[in-house]
């Protein structure tokens, strides 16, 4: 009977612990100027047609909207297919 024992190197440093976790502050801020900057060029897209031009998935889209809209940055007027967005404040 043959036994063999493999050894995987273990990352340990805090670095590769890290690596999955999310960007913060600055990762979102980043993403919510693009989205703002795209909506400020066109204010009437959707957020499927911004999920497009970000290369971001229509979910990420739709959080960062409501994340907008929470702090009061972005509004949306009249409906939801012939309406457009009004930045409040940046």
């Given at each position: 009977m043959l036994i063999s024992?493999?050894?995987y190197p273990l990352a340990l440093t805090k670095d590769s612990r890290n690596a999955?976790?999310?960007k913060g502050e600055n990762g979102e801020n980043n993403d919510e100027n693009k989205v703002l900057e795209i909506i400020r060029k066109t204010p009437s897209i959707t957020?499927?047609?911004i999920a497009i031009e970000t290369g971001f998935s229509t979910r990420k889209v739709n959080r960062i909207i409501a994340s907008l809209r929470k702090k009061e940055i972005i509004k949306?007027?009249?409906k939801t297919k012939g309406g457009h967005w009004e930045i409040l404040s940046n």
């Amino acid at each position: 009977m043959l036994i063999s024992t493999v050894t995987y190197p273990l990352a340990l440093t805090k670095d590769s612990r890290n690596a999955g976790e999310n960007k913060g502050e600055n990762g979102e801020n980043n993403d919510e100027n693009k989205v703002l900057e795209i909506i400020r060029k066109t204010p009437s897209i959707t957020q499927p047609l911004i999920a497009i031009e970000t290369g971001f998935s229509t979910r990420k889209v739709n959080r960062i909207i409501a994340s907008l809209r929470k702090k009061e940055i972005i509004k949306r007027i009249g409906k939801t297919k012939g309406g457009h967005w009004e930045i409040l404040s940046n």
